[in-house]
């Protein structure tokens, strides 16, 4: 009987060993599982917060995205307006530009009759101003008349 009591205490020794490792494995277990449930809380936590910036972003977005498409429109407003703008003073540019064409023109002649309206003022003879200014002689005579009926 001693050898089966020895057998018996020495099987109760093993298994009271299997049963105390197999309560650090649990304990163990259970430790790693609150750190990875903890660690899974953390995780829900961060995805909750990354869920709500990824809306302010988009968010964001949009508004962006409407600001830009005003802009745009706005931009686009302006420009047209400013290419109306400039067609409006290329045309006003040609035409005085023609006006000036013929200003430069009729200037030679102009300048005949302001020297012969000097002339007249100072007295000079029909013949003297038709001489200087190459004027006809009908011109000269109603420049002439014009300065008589003046002072008279």
């Not at 909750?48 to 809306?55: C, E, H, K, R, Y």
């Not at 600001?67 to 706005?74: D, R, S």
């Not at 420009?79 to 030679?108: C, F, G, M, V």
Request: charged letters at 20%.
């Amino acid at each position: 009987m001693n050898i089966n009591f020895v057998l018996i205490i020495v099987v109760a020794a093993a298994l009271l060993l299997s049963l105390v490792w197999l309560l650090i494995k649990v304990s163990r277990l259970k430790s790693q599982a609150k750190l990875l449930s903890s660690q899974l809380n953390a995780l829900e936590m961060l995805t909750a917060d990354l869920q709500v910036n990824i809306s302010a972003l988009d968010q964001k977005n949009a508004e962006l995205s409407a600001l830009l498409n005003t802009q745009t429109t706005e931009n686009e407003q302006v420009s047209r307006q400013l290419e109306h703008r400039i067609r409006n003073q290329q045309q006003e540019l040609a035409s005085l530009t023609q006006k000036l064409t013929l200003l430069d023109e009729q200037q030679p002649q102009d300048k005949f009759y302001h020297r012969a309206s000097k002339l007249a003022a100072k007295g000079a003879s029909a013949e003297e101003i038709m001489a200087e200014c190459e004027l006809p002689r009908a011109e000269v005579e109603m420049l002439l008349a014009m300065y008589k009926q003046g002072d008279g």
